[in-house]
């Protein structure tokens, strides 16, 4: 069965205080694996799209990588403003032309940055 | 305006109640979907629309009626919901239905009584 796991549940961090938030997924075959960031009352934000392992991508301060059974989100030094939840989604192989349900959302991490 | 619009942001209705909620999008995309968020759950795929179309339905109850007059607008119609209904209820769009990048709405937080 498809599968997203992410962990932490929730991260507090002090600011400037760098930390990973890690995605473990298990799919029949992957399409691609995507990071959003969600703030309170607000809906999902796309943030990055990653196609195959040993992929990585960069934004600011963050910076997320791709293996083969998981994915990672690293914060470097991190400011309140990076405080949110983030979420991780990943894209099953689909045989026919509508792949949309394919798309499997994980729990999410509520992350917290103190000043 | 742009991106994905929804209105309302906060709906409160009886569940004898009918209402609907809206959704709307400026960025020239063919697929919209629906998803439920309900707190500590992964988002729930609900409904995908492809130009106009429905492509997808996730064995959605039928006190859940979508509408998709068009490629920029997309209605979520509520009748006799379940107190278990309420939820954050968000829109998203895409290029085509097997376009990976979803844009989202702000979202309907929607209360059942």
């Known amino acids: 069965e498809d599968q997203v796991t992410q962990s932490p549940e929730a991260l507090r961090l002090q600011e400037g205080e760098s930390s990973s938030l890690n995605c473990s997924y298990t799919?029949?075959?992957?399409?691609?694996l995507f990071w959003y960031r969600q703030d309170p009352g607000k809906g999902p934000e796309f943030l990055f799209t990653?196609?195959?392992a040993g992929e990585e991508k960069e934004k600011e301060r963050l910076k997320a990588t791709l293996t083969k059974k998981e994915s990672f989100l690293h914060i470097t030094a991190p400011k309140p403003e990076d405080s949110a939840t983030y979420l991780c989604?990943?894209?099953?192989?689909?045989?026919?032309?509508?792949?949309?349900?394919?798309?499997?959302f994980g729990s999410g991490t509520r992350l917290s940055i103190r000043p | 305006e742009t991106g994905v619009t929804q209105t309302p942001r906060h709906l409160v209705m009886g569940m004898t109640n009918k209402k609907s909620l809206k959704c709307e999008q400026h960025?020239?995309?063919?697929?919209m979907y629906w998803y439920k968020q309900s707190a500590k759950k992964p988002l729930e795929l609900m409904f995908v629309?492809?130009?106009?179309?429905?492509?997808e339905n996730n064995s959605v109850p039928s006190r859940f009626s979508p509408e998709c007059p068009n490629s920029s607008h997309l209605f979520l119609h509520l009748h006799t919901l379940q107190p278990e209904d309420s939820a954050l209820y968000l829109c998203?769009?895409?290029?085509?239905?097997?376009?990976?990048?979803?844009?989202f709405g702000p979202g309907t937080r929607l209360l059942v009584l």
């Open positions: 998203a769009s895409s290029l085509r239905d097997n376009q990976e990048t979803q844009y």
């Open positions: 960025l020239g995309h063919n697929a």
């Open positions: 989604a990943v894209q099953a192989a689909s045989t026919g032309y509508s792949s949309a349900s394919k798309i499997i």
């Open positions: 799919v029949s075959g992957l399409r691609g």
């Open positions: 990653l196609y195959s």
């Open positions: 629309y492809n130009f106009k179309e429905q492509t």
